[in-house]
């Protein structure tokens, strides 16, 4: 069964540094893209970061551009958010996601399976 675990969500003061990890399992992660995204309350789910299957392509939302860098190691099928310099409005439950394909998106349609999400909070 195929499986996406997020963990390193927490509390934070603003300023501060969180790495979010997201281990998947029964499948060969490898292949696939894989996605950051986030819902704050009563806010639509929104793109973070995207990482193509080798790592050589990345994205990130303007938001988050300088702050946040995603990254991946295929060797341990695990996709990492490095949050530095957070913010309160950064806070959110966090999801990694697999893509349809090897290649980086932003869209949020052409992800497929979704772990089930971290919360961050960023304290002022």
């Known amino acids: 069964q195929v499986q996406l675990v997020e963990s390193g969500g927490g509390l934070v003061q603003a300023g501060g540094s969180l790495r979010l990890s997201c281990a998947a399992s029964?499948?060969?992660?490898?292949?696939?893209?894989m996605g950051w995204f986030r819902q704050a309350p009563g806010t639509e789910r929104e793109f973070v970061a995207a990482?193509?299957?080798?790592?050589?392509?990345?994205y990130h939302a303007d938001s988050v551009k300088g702050r946040f860098t995603i990254s991946r190691d295929n060797a341990k099928s695990t996709v990492y958010l490095q949050m530095s310099s957070l913010k309160p409005e950064d806070t959110a439950v966090y999801y990694c996601?697999?893509?349809?394909?090897?290649?980086?998106?932003?869209?949020?349609?052409?992800?497929?399976?979704w772990g089930q999400g971290t919360q961050v909070t960023v304290s002022s």
């Open positions: 996601a697999t893509k349809r394909g090897s290649s980086a998106s932003p869209e949020k349609a052409d992800y497929e399976l």
């Open positions: 990482i193509s299957w080798s790592g050589r392509s990345t």
């Open positions: 029964g499948r060969t992660f490898s292949n696939y893209a």
